[in-house]
């Protein structure tokens, strides 16, 4: 395949994203992480793709590359759509140092639209890091569409998340940080050593089925 | 009843059926879907089954209660066979006159005869009603002719047929090029090529593949497929079979709406029937083949309707779409290569199968085959469901069928294709409707809702109303919907509100760019189409409602003013009594005048104004006239004092 007129070799299952990055092209992504399965959350990897079914614009994290792709990375549209991608976000969290730093690149305002009052991009990190890697499930999402948002499980969090903090620096904002205090505040001040044995037991009880 | 275990058998059971049926017998046939349900259905079959027994007729005349027949707006609806004379609006005390005159004495009852709005014309039989007319129903044909909780009844009308044809008569491959001879696209909304569809999933390595219906019909106003699963699930059931034969596949899901009790209770009679005449299970009619189906219940999200999205949600996890390709055909649930249909979809393969491609292939236009069901709502004078061929232009469907706009309304546009449809105007009533001609008009044919509206309509607000509920259906996965459509609403709403900027349009403009270009599924990528449309064709409305705070249609509550023409005001008293926010004042001979600070803009007084006066007037991006002089208040003509 062909990854903005570079001639690209690759065999097996890869996406557009993995066999760029291999070439030295570099795509930007948010909700990306090279140890969970791909999801194609927040589209800044939009990439136009040339192929048998014509040419579209695709997410490079989840697309498959295959034989006689021609990909471009850069072009006005896919510009123009991750500037205003990054300015929705910078809507929730203007201060972001990662969305900050592409907003510079794109060119995008973060005042575009009116401030929202939750500071989640919901790239989702957290939750598939606790529930893939450290297969403990202690973060998750609740509602759906905007009524959206991460949510600590208080008796798993209790037991699990003092010692790990791992998901804490993959946060591109800082609201996990502060959803955890907040659920710590609430469920287990003090931390998980002060929640009474008969409150473990009614979590493992809940959490096990 | 024993089980059917070879197609000479069940032939010799339909012939025994038939038989038995007397076809100039006479039968009294009740519309029991769940539109006449709600105006009194079960009412009037009570008083049916009572006067029968009463007058004597009990045994000798079929009374069947049958599933939607599609005139709603007229429900519930009563046609007696054999003559099929239709009357409308029927209530359990027309009942005994009905039985005693025009099944006894074969006279007809005028009053409950469909009457010609214009003309003021009478109509007996059905199928010289104008709303049936111009209809061609092929698939929603049966549920006025079957009792959808008996299979006999569907084997009486040839039922299962188009299944020993495939089974017994027919390669899987011929199966699949048939559906894809008879040019059958998909009815759930994209418009995909069936048969193609079919043979992706055929020819997908591997042994276990599903085939899925989709009933999870979520388009406001829609209601085709729940009155099809209703009404003749054993149509559906039928396609069913014979598309898992092509396929290869020996299971089945059926995804229905929660909201849908009937579909399902239907669905499940339909099936346990099916299963003890050996249709369905082991070994179907002796063929060697075998499928079985489970019914899932779906929790009501819109964006299940998403092929992927209601694989996550059979699989048990949250419903949220997932990336295409790996399209469902290769992988899908559970990993393995599945089927998904929409249930017009299902429901049309036995007639391809029966009838044969060629004979649907020439119904409709060049590119979409055969006959669409529409739901037509709104500001149309007949509500209800319509089954027309391809390639009928908009404006048949609307007057012609529709009966036109009520209270002598002007049409302003009609929204096809659901809430990520688009608005077609007036100069677009003559377009052709097919898969193709309604994307290139802006909208699309999505499942088939048609929202007809007035000159009363406004188009901004249309479009803030839709977007609004899209952004509420929004699974959140992806930002340019869940945020794109956030922020479309937020700018829409103060459109509407008198608050909108100049440059809305344009930041309207690139946030639509962007979900259309880069969301993950069909909701995010079509849900700004109601604001794209609605400016294609009205953006004179928007740009008065930015630049002059005007609401064109005297729609949007924050534009609008209601004012008392003094000139036309008789001091009637009756808006002053009607109005709940006591805004106006007022008094016997005394001129009415509305208290601007006080008016919550509610509208009653407009209604309640008798219009032969219509001194009660609208006005929006024009300031208030002062109110009349005290001095110049008291009406002293034709007064009997004076």
Known sequence: MQIDGKQVEVTGETTILEAARRAGISIPTLCHDDRLAPFGGCRLCIVEAQGRLGTRLVASCVYQAEDDLVVTTRSEKIDRIRKTLLELLLAHAPESPRLKEMAEEYGADRDRFDKEPSFCVHCGLCVRYCAEVKKKNAVGFVERGIHKEICFIPEIAARECRDCKECFELCPTSYLQAAFVMTEALAFPGGSGDISPQEQAAGEKDTNG | MTRIKSPAELEDFRKDLLARRDPAAPCITLCSGTACHATGSEQVSAAIKEELVRQGLGTSVEFKRTGCHGFCEKGPILVIGPEETCYLEVSPKDVPEIISSTLKEKKIVDRLLYTDPTTGEKTAHESDIPFYKYQQRIVFGPNRRIDPRRVEDYLAIGGYRALIKALFEMTPDEVIDEVKKAGLRGRGGAGFPTGIKWEAARKAPGETKYVVVNCDEGDPGAYMDRSIMEGNPFGVLEGLIIGAYAIGSHEGYVYVRQEYPLAVENLGIAMEQAEKHGLLGKDILGSGFDFD???????????????????????????????????????????????????????????????????????????????????????????????????????????????????????????????????????????????????????????????????????????????DFLTDESCGKCVPCREGLRQMHKILTNITEGKGNKGDIELLEMVAETAVEASLCALGKTAPNPFLSTLRYFRDEYEAHINEKRCPALSCKALISYYIDPGKCQACLICLRNCSAKAIDGGKKKIHVIDQGKCTKCGVCFEVCPSRFGAVKKLSGEPVPPPVPEEARMIAKKSKAG
């Open chain 2, 293 to 467: 189906v489970e019914v899932h219940r779906g929790a009501g999200a819109f964006v299940c309707g998403e092929e992927t999205a209601l694989l996550m949600s059979l699989e048990g996890k949250a419903g949220e779409p997932r990336p295409r390709p790996p399209y469902p055909a290769v992988r899908g649930l559970w990993d393995k290569p599945t089927n998904i249909n929409n249930v017009e979809t299902w429901a049309t393969v036995p007639l391809i199968i029966d009838a044969g491609a060629d004979r649907f292939a020439s119904i409709g236009t060049e590119k979409s085959k055969g006959t669409k069901i529409f739901s037509l709502v709104g500001k149309i004078s007949n509500t209800g469901l319509v089954e027309v061929p391809m390639g009928i232009t908009l404006r048949d469907i609307i007057f012609k069928i529709g009966g036109g706009i009520p209270n002598g309304k002007k049409f302003k546009a009609v929204q096809t294709g659901g809430p990520s449809g688009g608005c077609i105007p007036e100069d677009k009533l003559d377009l052709a409707v097919g898969f193709d001609e309604l994307a290139r008009a802006g909208s699309m044919m999505g499942s088939g809702g048609m929202i007809v509206m007035d000159e009363d309509t406004c188009m901004v607000d249309v479009a803030r109303y839709f977007i």
